[in-house]
């Protein structure tokens, strides 16, 4: 028997069940190109959650092996080296343990993300600590605190004082209507909304990734007589090593309605996700865009892109950060935040008009990320974007 499927980055696969799989182990994976070139590609497929629980490998027909990771999403992730398009390559999946790819460090409900002691990124759970004089209404948790570059050059910024909202990486929204009232889960300063921490599910590491699964809660602070959840969240961070110069990672975005009634979005110029870059890229000279359309900052706002890369000199070295929109998501490609003077990107769904997150229909974006040191590279960009939206194929007998 062989079963034929798409590899969608890393979510979304169906297989065989449980049972079916443990009856045909050792299984023979083959990975087909497709129209792509491909170099240094995450590859992923189903497999029981459970197989986490054990090391595996791939081995190919000249005896090469790779590491292969079962992860507690129900996946299995490897990285594809080289395969020129229209050519195929054959594996024999087997048990056995390889070297650890990517570490995590986690301190309460701070989780850090590691390759070869270097941090990729840092994930807050726990509301950070606030800057001497910021008002407590900004203080909150629940966001990637900073990103780096493969050389440690840190991308992000964290409670900026001209944006004192601001974080790294998070998923607000701005302009919202819910029971009549309008809570603003991004701004809050204004003090009608936040967006609170609630759990980290849990954590894995491995030779290939490493993840976590955290919970988060939209909380409506007009509301009578007490605040009200409008919206349940749930991130799945997934941080991956391919053996190139850069570092790469995904944030599935899940959220449903906490309760009967729906949150309404209107028409907005931002919100949704948001990226804010190093504070050394402040100032309308400082930072550098470039969205898949070929527009900067002169050009690109509220414009739709596959891809954008925001970077600029940190410490006197150029360096990068791309966000990489799925083509799944919701009115995909979706709308560009460019902001003109501050190093801040974002994906605003809502600027394109109306819609609503309503019961029993969850919304979900996927965003990758990549983290480089130098000036974007868009042929690599498009490559990248390529490998996340058109994957390769991938048949298990």
Not at 305 to 317: H, L, Q, S
Request: hydrophobic residues 35%; contains cysteine; charged residues 20%.
């Amino acid at each position: 028997m062989s079963t034929v499927i798409r590899s969608l980055g890393v979510l979304g696969l169906t297989i065989c069940t449980g049972a079916a799989w443990a009856a045909e182990v050792p299984q023979q994976i083959t990975v087909s190109a497709g129209k792509h070139n491909r170099r240094q590609t995450v590859v992923s497929f189903a497999m029981p959650a459970e197989a986490a629980k054990t090391s595996w490998r791939l081995r190919d027909e000249a005896g090469n092996v790779l590491p292969l990771q079962a992860t507690p999403r129900g996946q299995a992730l490897f990285v594809l080296e080289n395969l020129p398009a229209g050519q195929s390559r054959t594996y024999r999946l087997e048990q056995g343990q390889t070297p650890q790819g990517i570490t995590t460090q986690r301190e309460g409900n701070v989780v850090r993300f590691l390759i070869d002691g270097r941090t990729v990124l840092v994930y807050q759970g726990d509301k950070s600590a606030l800057p001497p004089g910021y008002e407590p209404q900004f203080q909150r948790g629940g966001y990637i605190q900073s990103v780096y570059s493969p050389a440690g050059r840190l991308l992000t910024d964290d409670y900026p004082p001209n944006h004192k909202h601001h974080h790294a990486i998070w998923s607000p929204w701005t302009k919202t209507v819910f029971e009549g009232r309008h809570p603003d889960f991004w701004n809050m300063g204004a003090k009608t909304g936040t967006v609170e921490f609630v759990a980290i599910d849990d954590v894995w590491s491995g030779p290939v990734a490493a993840g976590l699964r955290a919970r988060h809660r939209f909380v409506d602070l007009t509301a009578l007589p007490e605040p009200k959840a409008a919206l349940n969240e749930t991130w799945d961070i997934t941080v991956f090593r391919p053996a190139a110069a850069y570092h790469q990672f995904d944030l599935d975005i899940h959220q449903t309605c906490a309760s009967e009634s729906p949150l309404v979005l209107p028409r907005y110029h931002y919100g949704g996700l948001g990226v804010r870059g190093n504070r050394q890229w402040d100032g309308k000279a400082n930072a550098v865009f470039l969205t898949s359309e070929g527009k900067d900052r002169s050009n690109g706002n509220e414009t739709r892109a596959r891809w954008c890369y925001m970077g600029g000199k940190v410490d006197g070295n150029m360096a990068g950060l791309a966000v990489l929109c799925h083509p799944s998501n919701f009115r995909a490609p979706q709308p560009l935040r460019i902001h003109p003077t501050e190093p801040f990107v974002g994906c605003a769904p809502e600027q394109l008009g109306d819609f609503a997150i309503e019961p029993g229909k969850p919304y979900i974006a996927k965003y990758r990320f990549i983290a480089v040191d130098g000036p974007a590279d868009r042929d690599e960009l498009e490559r990248l974007w390529t490998d996340y939206a058109d994957p390769p194929t991938v048949v298990l007998k």
